[in-house]
Structure formats: C-alpha cells, structure tokens
C-alpha cells in the first residue's frame, strides 16, 4: 500500500523528531522513519549542552517547559592547565549562558509532543530506501513487522545521522565529503557521584585531556582522552578514575572528584566531517547524516538544531509561496554556520589534547595559547561567542 505524506523524515534524533515538531506547527504534514525502538532513542546518552540560541528554539516551538524547569544554567565554564583553573564568563563577555539538559531529554520531549499531536513516528522499521530524489516525487520504502511499505513523498529529509543511509544517497560526483581524523578518542562515563564543579570543566594536562561535565546533582558526567585502538576492558574503574583525578588536578590542591558507581560508560572516535552541498535534487540532510564534530565544543546537537529551523523556515516559504527559492539556498545557508562550528570545534580539540606527534615547541604553543585564550579579554570573548552559539542568521 502507498502511504502519501509532504516530507518524508528518516532518522527519529534530536533532528529527525524537532524536524517533524516544526513543520507540524507550520501545518506540514510527515513521517518519521526510525530503526531502532522508542525506548533505544529515549535511552541513547549523548551530549548534554545547549547553546543559548537553541533553548530559544525549542521555547519558541512551546517545547520549554520541562527544559525551563530542569536544566541548568551555566553562566561559564572552566579551562584547567599546568594546574590552575580560569572560568571564562559567557555573563559577562555575551550576555548570555548555556543550559546542560540531555540529549535524550530533548528526544524524550520532542517524541511526547509529536505522538500528543497524532505524529506519525514509526520506530523498528528495516530496510529503508531512498528512490526518485531527482524527480518531483520521491518514495521511501521500508519493510515495518515483516511488511515492505511505502510512502510517497514531496521531500524527503535525511535525519539519519552519522552511520545513515541518506548521505550516501547523493550521487557521486555531486557532493564532496571534507575530512579530519584525529589520533585520540574520549573514554566517557556516566557516575552516580555529585559533579565537584557546578560547571564544566576542560582540562589540559600531560596524560591527556579531561572533561567534568554533569546531568543532575548527583549525576556527574566524565570524560578522559584515549587511544582511538582501546578497548573497554583496558580501562577498569580504578585506572579511569585515576586519570581523571590526575588530569584535573589542582597545582594548590582543594578540588578532588567524588567517585561513584558507573551507569554507564563508552569510547568515541573523534572526526571532522562536511558533505557539501547538504541537498540534491528533492533530498536534505540534516544534523550528523551531513557533518560530524569533534565533541569538545559540544556542538553536535546545536548543530543539528539549526539545520532543522533553516529546513523547516525553506519547507514553509515552498509550501506558502510554491517559489523553491530559500530549498534551493538551504545547503549554503546551512554550510556558513557549519563551517565556522567545525572551525570551532577543531581548534577547541587540538588546543586542548595531548597529540601523539607532538614535539616539545608544539607543547610549548599549545601551552602559550590557553595561556592567551585565558588572560586575554578580546580572546575569552572569542571562546565565549562561540560556546553560547554564533547568532542564528
Ligand atoms: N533508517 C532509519 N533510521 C535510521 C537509519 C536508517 N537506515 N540509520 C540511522 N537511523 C536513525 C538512528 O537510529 C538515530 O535514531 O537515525 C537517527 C539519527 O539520530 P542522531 O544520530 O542522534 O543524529 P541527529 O538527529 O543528526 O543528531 C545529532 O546526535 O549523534 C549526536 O553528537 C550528535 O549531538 C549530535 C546529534
Ligand atoms: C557532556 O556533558 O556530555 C558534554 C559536555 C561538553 C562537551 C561534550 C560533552 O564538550
């Protein structure tokens, strides 16, 4: 049976769901294709900052409430080297903040709100495809309990992240993948333990780069920098919580983590990654089906929520006007905030890790740079402009 929608949305994350929320209030109708189950997504720990300007998003799109009463606010966040600690203040230097709430918080929410709204959102479906995006009416299959079905589309957005099926589905020759592997990786953990900072904390050290992040009060969120060939087994509890105890170090002692049972814990490969264009034909990607960042901006999200609001803003003009003129500038306007992200967050990777090709002038730039970055004020404000997230154009 063929099913008939206006856009067709693979991929049920932060881009996929928020995707289908916006254009619902635009009064577009979707349908949101997912592989895996409700319960996997809603589980999924991820990243957990938000810049400024996507709370604003997600309170604008009446999204906020849950947001406004659980997230917390940081006005600033800790750079850590050679043993001393500097808070570089967003309050002061942008009038503005970040908020920690979850990933899987924002997807628990975006999933309620769209099934509350009668959404279609069809989770453990296999087998999806991709046909016609060159023509004027695209078709997604995908076999759902068995059955192959199949929905005849106006659009369809590729919200499938990084290991989807959509990027791929540009032909080749027409898009252009840019690249960046780097030679380290983060082993994260998720510790029932109070957070000893109430903000975030990136260190820089001799072993390696840190990070104490939190989800809660008591749920301290932890990451160490690793060889991208480890295996869990090679980092016990112990050998983990030395490192971060070590790596967070305070030259004139006074700070210590607390320690706790680990819920959960993972290693990430760290990549740079653009497609460009984002579109061909009567396709879009969004999110990480387009581009991946290195983690330590926390921009993945952020990222991904501002492709949604240019998709949603291209589909509704298209959809009003019947003119493709902002689809047709939608990759362009996407990749000009891209870039500037992946700049960002390549430079906050490579300043703030332990290269394994360093030489001893290397470490000694990189030492001299989070001394400048620290101390002064034009360049605090630089970091900050872009952690709190550069202003949606
Ligand atoms: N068919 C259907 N669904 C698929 C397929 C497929 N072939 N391939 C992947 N998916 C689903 C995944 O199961 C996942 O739920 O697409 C979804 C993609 O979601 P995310 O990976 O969360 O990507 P995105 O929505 O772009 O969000 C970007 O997520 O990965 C983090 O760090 C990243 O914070 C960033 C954010
Ligand atoms: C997190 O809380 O998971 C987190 C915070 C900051 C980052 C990356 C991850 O840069």
Redesign the pocket.
């Known amino acids: 049976m063929t099913q008939r929608t206006q856009v067709g949305i693979?991929?049920?994350?932060?881009?996929?769901l928020f995707l289908s929320w916006l254009l619902h209030r635009a009064g577009i109708e979707s349908v949101v294709?997912?592989?895996?189950s409700r319960e996997h997504?809603e589980g999924r720990i991820?990243?957990g900052v938000l810049e400024q300007g996507t709370v604003d998003l997600l309170k604008e799109a009446g999204l906020g409430k849950r947001l406004a009463r659980e997230g917390l606010r940081h006005a600033g966040i800790e750079i850590r080297f050679a043993g001393r600690g500097h808070r570089i203040d967003f309050e002061s230097l942008t009038g503005k903040a970040i908020t920690v709430y979850g990933?899987h918080e924002v997807v628990k929410d975006l999933i309620a709100a769209r099934l509350a709204h009668g959404g279609a959102i069809h989770f453990e479906?296999s087998d999806?495809a991709l046909e016609g995006i060159a023509g004027r009416r695209p078709v997604l299959r995908y076999t759902k309990a068995g059955e192959v079905q199949e929905i005849a589309c106006d659009f369809i957005a590729g919200?499938?992240?990084?290991?989807?099926?959509c990027r791929g589905m540009i032909p080749q020759g027409q898009v252009t993948l840019y690249e960046r592997l780097y030679p380290f990786a983060w082993l994260g953990i998720l510790a029932e333990a109070p957070p000893a900072s109430e903000e975030l904390i990136y260190a820089h050290h001799e072993s390696g780069f840190a990070l104490l992040s939190m989800r809660s009060p008591t749920l301290s969120r932890l990451y160490v920098q690793c060889d991208p060939a480890d295996e869990l087994n090679q980092w016990p509890d112990a050998r983990i919580w030395d490192e971060l105890h070590r790596r967070l170090t305070l030259a004139a002692g006074g700070f210590r983590i607390a320690e706790g049972p680990i819920l959960q814990r993972g290693i990430t490969p760290m990549r740079s990654l653009v497609a460009e264009p984002m579109q061909a034909g009567r396709l879009f990607l969004?999110?990480?089906?387009a581009h991946i960042v290195p983690?330590t901006g926390a921009k993945?999200?952020n990222l991904?929520m501002a492709d949604v609001h240019y998709l949603s803003e291209a589909l509704a003009a298209y959809y009003r006007t019947g003119a493709t003129t902002e689809l047709d500038g939608y990759s362009a306007r996407c990749l000009r905030r891209v870039w500037k992200v992946q700049r960002f967050s390549w430079w906050m990777t490579t300043m703030l890790h332990r290269h394994p090709t360093d030489s001893p002038f290397d470490r000694r730039r990189q030492l001299a740079e989070l001394d400048y970055v620290t101390g002064s004020e034009a360049a605090m404000r630089s970091l900050a402009e872009n952690y709190v997230g550069l202003t949606l154009d």
Do not use: K, N
């Open positions: 693979v991929g049920a994350g932060p881009a996929g294709l997912e592989s895996r997504v991820r990243a990933q479906v999806v919200c499938d992240g990084s290991h989807g099926i969004t999110g990480d089906a983690p993945g999200m991904a």
